[in-house]
C-alpha cells in the first residue's frame, strides 16, 4: 500500500464538478492499492500518515504530526500509485489491487482514519476527481506499508 502525503494550505476534490471533500491546512493523501495488500497494511500506513512529523513547531523544524497542528486529512484514491515504472515507457498495473479489493481497503481505510481524526473528507472511489491543492512548502512524501 502506497501513500503520497502533500502538506497543504488548502485542498480539495471535485467529482462532476460538485465539491466532494474539501480541508484547509493538513494532509492530501493520495492512496494506492496493491494486490497483496492487506487491512494490517492499511492500518500501518494510517498509523505513519497520522504521526508523521512534517509541519514546523516553533523552532521551524519538522518535529509536528497533522494531529498536533489539528489540520485536516483528504484522502483521494489513486489507482496509478501501483503502477510500475521500472521498464518501459508505459506504466504497467498488474501489481494492482482488482477495483473489488481497493475499494474494500480504500474504505476501510477511510472509517479507521475517521474513528481516530477529526477532520476527515474524502474522494469518491474510482471516480475521475479533480484535486485541487496549494502544497505548503512544498513538502511531499511517499509512505510505504508492505
Same mark, same amino acid.
Given at each position: !500500500?502506497?501513500?503520497?502525503?502533500?502538506?497543504?494550505?488548502?485542498?480539495?476534490?471535485?467529482?462532476?464538478?460538485?465539491?466532494?471533500?474539501?480541508?484547509?491546512?493538513?494532509?492530501?493523501?493520495?492512496?494506492?492499492?496493491?494486490?497483496?495488500?492487506?487491512?494490517?497494511?492499511?492500518?500501518?500506513?494510517?498509523?505513519?500518515?497520522?504521526?508523521?512529523? !512534517?509541519?514546523?513547531?516553533?523552532?521551524?523544524? !519538522?518535529?509536528?504530526?497533522?494531529?498536533?497542528?489539528?489540520?485536516?486529512?483528504?484522502?483521494?484514491?489513486?489507482?496509478?500509485?501501483?503502477?510500475?515504472?521500472?521498464?518501459?515507457?508505459?506504466?504497467?498495473?498488474?501489481?494492482?489491487?482488482?477495483?473489488?479489493?481497493?475499494?474494500?481497503?480504500?474504505?476501510?481505510?477511510?472509517?479507521?482514519?475517521?474513528?481516530?481524526?477529526?477532520?476527515?473528507?474524502?474522494?469518491?472511489?474510482?471516480?475521475? !476527481?479533480?484535486?485541487?491543492?496549494?502544497?505548503?512548502?512544498?513538502?511531499?512524501?511517499?509512505?510505504?506499508?508492505?
Amino acid at each position: !500500500m502506497r501513500g503520497l502525503i502533500q502538506r497543504v494550505a488548502h485542498a480539495s476534490v471535485a467529482v462532476d464538478g460538485e465539491c466532494v471533500g474539501r480541508i484547509g491546512q493538513g494532509l492530501l493523501l493520495l492512496l494506492g492499492v496493491e494486490r497483496n495488500d492487506t487491512r494490517e497494511q492499511a492500518d500501518k500506513l494510517l498509523h505513519k500518515v497520522l504521526h508523521y512529523r !512534517m509541519f514546523a513547531d516553533a523552532d521551524d523544524k !519538522m518535529n509536528l504530526n497533522v494531529g498536533q497542528i489539528m489540520g485536516g486529512v483528504l484522502v483521494v484514491s489513486q489507482f496509478t500509485l501501483a503502477a510500475d515504472t521500472h521498464k518501459g515507457l508505459r506504466p504497467g498495473f498488474s501489481s494492482a489491487a482488482t477495483p473489488a479489493q481497493a475499494q474494500e481497503l480504500y474504505d476501510y481505510f477511510v472509517a479507521q482514519l475517521k474513528a481516530r481524526h477529526d477532520t476527515v473528507a474524502s474522494g469518491v472511489f474510482a471516480a475521475n !476527481m479533480q484535486v485541487n491543492l496549494t502544497n505548503d512548502g512544498p513538502v511531499t512524501f511517499l509512505l510505504e506499508a508492505r
